[in-house]
């Protein structure tokens, strides 16, 4: 089933909260899996979403049927297999893609390219041809490769934008804040880790150092805090033992306050991630 350098991009930010910031066209493309289900249920919730398209190749109806009845002002409609997908997305100025497998024990993000390349550079397509200005925001792991690969689509089309393509890859810092808020008995939600790299093993690197409030560790305790920062997405791949991964946590980043509203507010430091590496070249030249 269609089951990050942390640098806020705020000219990005306020784009879209200029030209829509009650009015937003949003999709999820992956809205029937275990993160697209929480993600498409906060997006219903944001006052900030007035049109709000669900795409997978099973059970949309009854999911965008279910959140129809929220009593909130967006809009839901479901889109159901590929004959639906440029419906889906026409016109969107942000979609959100969870589409993808999930994760099992024993398997790196690497391992799921194969498949998940394939989705992402569907989706990445009819994106291209439908709603080509829009924010892409890419849940689908594995993210260090398929946010390459939607830049390339996008290439291949002539819509290639850098400043709109993202990979969400806050779940790093939420994982970081709550690490060093139970380890320092703090409040998790005035912690603040800057997190920057990419979004797997030692690729992701958590800045304790440049945490608020200001917090130090011992030479062995940093670095099992980093390891366990690193490879928190294993510890819940295990814990759930082949029933998925992070779901609930990862769709509770990709649509909440501060991940969704904060960032379409055009709000200065809201979590917002560009990715990828091989991007940063031109990112740099256009900033």
């Given amino acids: 089933m269609f089951s990050r350098v942390a640098r806020p991009t705020v000219s990005v930010a306020r784009s879209l909260s200029t030209s829509s910031q009650s009015h937003a066209k949003v999709a999820v493309l992956g809205a029937s899996g275990g993160i697209g289900q929480p993600l498409s249920l906060l997006l219903k919730n944001s006052p900030l979403v007035s049109h709000l398209n669900l795409y997978d190749i099973a059970h949309t109806p009854g999911v965008a049927a279910d959140l129809s009845h929220i009593e909130t002002r967006a809009q839901v409609k479901g889109f159901i297999g590929a004959d639906q997908l440029d419906a889906a997305v026409k016109g969107c100025e942000v979609v959100v893609i969870p589409a993808g497998v999930p994760r099992k024990p024993g398997m790196t993000r690497d391992d799921l390219f194969n498949t998940n390349a394939t989705i992402v550079a569907i989706l990445a397509d009819a994106i291209a041809r439908n709603c080509p200005e829009a924010m892409i925001c890419i849940?689908?792991?594995?993210?260090?490769?398929?946010?390459?690969?939607?830049?390339?689509?996008?290439?291949?089309?002539?819509?290639?934008?850098?400043?709109?393509?993202?990979?969400?890859?806050?779940?790093?810092i939420v994982r970081a804040n709550a690490f060093v808020a139970e380890l320092k008995g703090l409040d998790p939600a005035r912690v603040n880790v800057p997190v920057i790299g990419g979004h797997a093993g030692k690729t992701i690197i958590p800045l304790i150092s440049q945490c608020t409030p200001k917090v130090e560790f011992p030479a062995d305790q940093l670095a099992a805090l980093t390891g366990r920062i690193q490879e928190a997405g294993t510890e819940v791949v295990k814990a759930k033992a082949g029933a998925g991964e992070q779901w609930a946590h990862r769709g509770h980043r990709g649509g909440e306050g501060q991940g969704w509203s904060r960032w379409a507010g055009g709000t200065q430091g809201a979590h917002t991630h560009m990715c990828s590496d091989l991007y940063f070249s031109e990112w740099d030249a256009r900033s």
Avoid: Q
């Avoid at 792991?141 to 689509?153: A, D, F, L, R, Y």
């Avoid at 709109?164 to 806050?170: K, L, M, P, Q, S």
């Fill in 139 to 172: 849940i689908a792991n594995p993210v260090n490769s398929t946010i390459p690969i939607t830049s390339e689509i996008m290439k291949k089309h002539g819509v290639y934008n850098p400043n709109r393509v993202f990979g969400v890859t806050t779940l790093d």
